[in-house]
């Protein structure tokens, strides 16, 4: 096993750096927009005395390698520094917006992996039959459409027209948990293009591997079918899957803005509009690093499983 | 991430305000009686009732939001603003200044001097408002440190001068004679606070104001909570309890108050209005005169340096087409003129319309046949991408070519002050005066058409030393008169402010622009 461990080492580290080059990034971009927290926060009201006093106040003065460097200082020693525009911690907007998004990200996650596989599983078992061609075109159609597109709709129909759910979660704040039946059509819509990609990729990897020497061979042994499928075919056909599924989550929990922003829950995707709107860099840079991380540890753990499951795959080495 | 596909998405309200010194109100003027509160109502709402909760649905500031009444920003600040806190004045439908906190103004023969008595009312701790506390409050708003947002409006006061003249009386000494003083008292922002709270720091955790409701929650970017402040001196309001939601997108807060999430939702679509209006799910109110649509033209500079062209200018513009595509009918058409349907506003002018002959041959005498113009926008504000291509268009047929370019939205404004040549502009709300003193005066802050005539600036210094109201006002109109011949602003319309309302909710005023005093006014409103 020290072969793994200083694999997780060394991409722990290329991680690290990987994070510092996108926070790094992240600076250089923000500082390339027009307009800067000052100009952003005297909106319709440029009175440049104004601005350059807020310049002022904001340390927007300085140059930017100043405080970039005060800001990595601040880090090392665990801080992620103030907003701009507020003045408040920055870990307190994380905080505050990650609580929304982490459960958005567990509940869809959640249903995400029996349904994208059972799917999948579904359609590979009867490939080329009707309940594989069913579940195909459907999948198919569903990628198709734009969330925003299918968030107005489930809206439309199942909020406005029907009245079985609350349109949005407007004002309930963090106690997301506390009205369930809000969550219900931002999960569906987080849901459905993740679904359609995951059980297609996971028909496609048992068809490959009900159709491999390996499960041939097992047949002849007179091995039952079901303990085919499932012990057999489907670990090597969730290897590939594992891959997406850290991707999709990886993507849930980095802020999803068009349903956050419909649906009214203030996750990490708002607060990175706002603050990039707002030319906000301090909030800015430390979502960055904690999207960095969460990135490098998510698809570190992907490939921890993908080793586990299909070891010759080779996408350790 | 899929957000850009909707530029829109992140649209905030931005006010324009009055920075400038107040439009024109009676010298002195008393508040008793003169209070146009008590019939704001629409008409056949019935007797008001008291209790229930009202939720409102605003687009917000995100998680950098606070109470601070002299940070507020956006159109969600300042409602909240308005709930907790209260001015010396504010203005009436037609902007001019109504008294508010303060319950007489009058000034000296030089009106470089106001003596202002404050009216008997108390803080939601029970203190009474004081002097001391509305000087606080102002010096606070004009510490150069702060950079608050009213520090330009207040800029008239000389406030190391100004003193309390008992518990209730203050006399306000000025830098120059103001005649239009108590619009600086209805100032955007010019909230009075007790004394010491910006020290003590509890704008988010415990703000204590005099306004019509107090303080209960507040959670910034999500939720602001307030309940009825009995002892008002207005009145308590009719309502328990008032909240404040943030929903930045427009069609979450059109679904929440189609699906009883929200009683009140503020700035909607003019698409969104006409699909609801009259089908008796909700209710649109449309505020006219709240936002003035235009064209900026520099007039310092090639090619609008020449009056011919700026004239042109205002010849090819198809008003008509220009509301109903661009505004989506929702609004009216403008005569270059700033404030139409407020006080001081010269509406005696003809109504400018298209007249492309004319406008070619102007061009032709200013030699600026085949005219190339870049024109600036921005998503910034509803309608300016479409009228800009709508103008393009317009333009074509009087032979001049018009390059649109897109501008980023969140610096739009600093971008066009000095920059380009035309832009598309908007202003909210704000007196006449205020528009002239803001952006066409030789040291405006936002002087967006480098309008900077001696002989002009002489005519507002007169306005402003002028006594007699009459007299003033034809001051006002000789300056809008030449504003209408050759000034920089080319103003095609004006827009309705839309909101939407539950059917239950009763006594929201529809005459209001926004950004009055009406506006946003829930201590008036009740639940049927």
Same mark, same amino acid.
């Given at each position: 096993?020290?072969?793994?461990?200083?694999?997780?080492?060394?991409?722990?580290?290329?991680?690290?750096?990987?994070?510092?080059?996108?926070?790094?990034?992240?600076?250089?971009?923000? #500082?390339?927009?027009?307009?800067?927290?000052?100009?952003?926060?005297?909106?319709?009201?440029?009175?440049?005395?104004?601005?350059?006093?807020?310049? *002022?106040?904001?340390?927007?003065?300085?140059?930017?390698?100043?405080?970039l460097t005060d800001w990595v200082t601040g880090l090392l020693h665990g801080e992620l520094g103030t907003s701009l525009s507020s003045g408040r911690p920055v870990g307190q907007y994380i905080c505050d917006g990650f609580g929304p998004t982490l459960l958005l990200a567990t509940l869809t996650a959640a249903l995400l992996v029996p349904a994208g596989f059972g799917l999948g599983v579904l359609a590979a078992r009867h490939e080329g039959r009707l309940a594989d061609r069913l579940?195909?075109?459907?999948?198919?159609?569903?990628?198709?459409?734009? *969330?925003?597109a299918l968030g107005i709709l489930l809206v439309t129909v199942f909020a406005l027209q029907l009245r079985w759910l609350p349109p949005t979660a407007v004002g309930y704040g963090t106690d997301l948990l506390g009205h369930p039946a809000a969550l219900v059509l931002p999960v569906l819509v987080l849901l459905a293009r993740p679904v359609c990609s995951l059980s297609r990729l996971v028909r496609a990897g048992m068809i490959d591997a009900l159709a491999s020497p390996y499960v041939? $061979?097992?047949?002849?042994?007179?091995?039952?079918?079901?303990?085919?499928?499932?012990?057999?075919?489907?670990?090597?056909? %969730?290897?590939?899957?594992? $891959?997406?599924?850290?991707?999709?989550?990886?993507?849930?929990?980095c802020g999803v803005i068009v349903v956050e922003a419909l649906y009214v829950i203030p996750g990490l995707g708002t607060v990175l509009l706002d603050a990039v709107a707002e030319r906000d860099v301090p909030v800015v840079q430390g979502l960055a690093v904690v999207f960095g991380l969460l990135t490098v540890v998510l698809n570190l753990g992907a490939d921890l499983v993908t080793h586990r499951l299909a070891p010759r795959a080779g996408v350790i080495a | 991430m899929h957000d850009e596909r909707f530029p829109g998405l992140h649209r905030r309200g931005f006010l324009a305000t009055a920075t400038g010194a107040a439009s024109l109100g009676a010298l002195v003027l008393t508040g008793c009686g003169s209070g146009p509160a008590e019939d704001t109502g629409r008409e056949g709402d019935g007797k008001p009732t008291k209790g229930g909760r009202l939720r409102a649905a605003f687009a917000g500031g995100g998680a950098g939001e606070t109470?601070?009444?002299?940070?507020?920003?956006?159109?969600?600040?300042?409602?909240?603003?308005?709930?907790?806190?209260?001015?010396?004045?504010?203005?009436?439908?037609?902007?001019?200044?109504?008294?508010?906190?303060? #319950?007489?103004? =009058?000034?000296?023969?030089?009106?470089?001097?106001?003596?202002?008595?404050?009216?008997?009312?108390?803080?939601?701790?029970?203190?009474p408002v004081t002097a001391a506390d509305v000087l606080y409050s102002y010096r606070r708003i004009a510490d150069p440190e702060q950079a608050f947002r009213a520090r330009a409006s207040l800029e008239p006061i000389d406030l190391d001068a100004s003193r309390a003249t008992g518990e209730r009386g203050i006399e306000f000494v000025l830098k120059r004679p103001t005649a239009e003083f108590p619009n600086v008292l209805a100032a955007f922002g010019a909230?009075?606070?007790?004394?010491?709270?910006?020290?003590?720091?509890?704008?988010?955790?415990?703000?204590?104001?005099?306004?019509?409701?107090?303080?209960?929650?507040?959670?910034?970017?999500?939720?602001?909570?307030?309940?009825?402040?009995?002892?008002?001196?207005?009145?308590?309001?009719?309502?328990?309890? %008032?909240?404040?939601? /943030?929903?930045?997108?427009?069609?979450?807060?059109?679904?929440?108050?189609?699906?009883?999430?929200?009683?009140?939702?503020?700035?909607?679509?003019?698409?969104?209005? @006409?699909?609801?209006?009259?089908?008796? $799910?909700?209710?649109?109110?449309?505020?006219p005169g709240s936002a003035m649509q235009g064209f900026a033209m520099k007039t310092d500079r090639a090619p609008f340096d020449d009056k011919r062209?700026?004239?042109?200018?205002?010849?090819?513009?198809?008003?008509? =087409?220009?509301?109903?595509?661009?505004?989506?009918?929702?609004? /009216?058409?403008?005569?270059?003129?700033?404030?139409?349907?407020y006080e001081y506003y010269a509406d005696g002018l003809p109504q400018r319309g298209?007249?492309?002959?004319?406008?070619?041959?102007?061009?032709?005498?200013?030699?600026?046949?085949?005219?190339?113009?870049?024109?600036?926008?921005?998503?910034?504000?509803?309608?300016?991408?479409?009228?800009?291509?709508?103008?393009?268009?317009?333009?074509?047929?009087?032979?001049?070519?018009?390059?649109? *370019?897109?501008?980023?939205?969140?610096?739009?404004?600093?971008?066009?002050?000095?920059?380009?040549?035309?832009?598309?502009?908007?202003?909210?709300?704000?007196? /006449?005066?205020?528009?002239?003193?803001?952006?066409?005066?030789?040291?405006?802050?936002?002087?967006?058409?480098?309008?900077?005539?001696?002989?002009?600036?002489?005519?507002?210094?007169?306005?402003?030393?002028?006594?007699?109201?009459?007299?003033?006002?034809?001051?006002?109109?000789?300056? $809008? @008169?030449?504003?209408?011949? *050759?000034?920089?602003?080319? /103003?095609?319309?004006?827009?309705?402010?839309?909101l939407g309302t539950a059917r239950r909710v009763k006594g929201v005023s529809a005459e209001a622009p926004a950004n009055t005093l009406d506006w946003a006014r829930f201590d008036k409103v009740w639940l049927a």
């Open positions: 096993m020290s072969g793994l461990r200083s694999f997780v080492a060394r991409r722990l580290l290329l991680g690290v750096l990987q994070t510092i080059a996108v926070v790094l990034l992240v600076f250089a971009l923000i #500082e390339a927009l027009p307009g800067d927290a000052a100009v952003a926060l005297a909106g319709d009201q440029p009175d440049p005395a104004r601005i350059a006093a807020l310049r *002022e106040a904001m340390h927007l003065d300085r140059p930017a390698h100043e405080r579940i195909s075109s459907v999948t198919l159609a569903v990628y198709a459409v734009p *969330e925003f041939a $061979q097992a047949r002849r042994y007179g091995i039952s079918g079901a303990r085919i499928r499932y012990t057999h075919a489907l670990p090597g056909a %969730l290897a590939p899957a594992a $891959q997406q599924l850290a991707r999709t989550v990886d993507w849930l929990l | 109470l601070d009444p002299h940070l507020a920003n956006l159109f969600a600040d300042a409602a909240r603003a308005k709930a907790l806190y209260d001015k010396l004045a504010d203005f009436g439908a037609d902007l001019s200044a109504r008294p508010r906190l303060a #319950e007489t103004w =009058e000034a000296n023969k030089t009106l470089d001097r106001w003596q202002v008595t404050l009216r008997k009312a108390t803080f939601h701790d029970g203190r909230y009075v606070v007790p004394q010491d709270s910006g020290e003590s720091g509890g704008f988010d955790t415990k703000p204590i104001g005099s306004g019509p409701f107090r303080f209960v929650s507040f959670t910034p970017g999500r939720s602001a909570v307030f309940r009825r402040y009995d002892d008002y001196w207005e009145g308590a309001p009719h309502l328990d309890e %008032l909240e404040f939601v /943030v929903a930045n997108e427009e069609s979450a807060r059109v679904n929440a108050l189609l699906g009883g999430q929200v009683e009140y939702a503020h700035e909607l679509d003019p698409t969104t209005a @006409r699909a609801h209006e009259g089908k008796g $799910q909700i209710a649109i109110v449309r505020l062209v700026r004239e042109a200018f205002f010849l090819i513009a198809d008003r008509k =087409e220009l509301v109903d595509g661009a505004l989506s009918g929702a609004g /009216v058409i403008g005569n270059d003129l700033f404030g139409k349907g298209q007249d492309l002959d004319r406008a070619r041959a102007l061009l032709k005498q200013a030699g600026a046949e085949n005219l190339k113009v870049t024109l600036d926008t921005s998503a910034v504000a509803a309608g300016f991408v479409e009228a800009a291509s709508i103008f393009r268009d317009q333009a074509k047929k009087a032979g001049v070519t018009i390059d649109v *370019e897109m501008g980023s939205k969140d610096s739009y404004w600093a971008d066009i002050l000095d920059n380009g040549t035309l832009c598309c502009y908007r202003s909210g709300a704000m007196p /006449v005066e205020a528009h002239i003193s803001q952006r066409l005066l030789t040291d405006s802050t936002t002087n967006a058409t480098k309008w900077k005539h001696k002989d002009f600036d002489a005519l507002y210094q007169q306005a402003q030393s002028t006594r007699d109201k009459t007299e003033r006002a034809a001051v006002y109109e000789r300056m $809008q @008169r030449r504003l209408y011949t *050759e000034g920089g602003f080319l /103003v095609w319309g004006f827009a309705d402010w839309i």
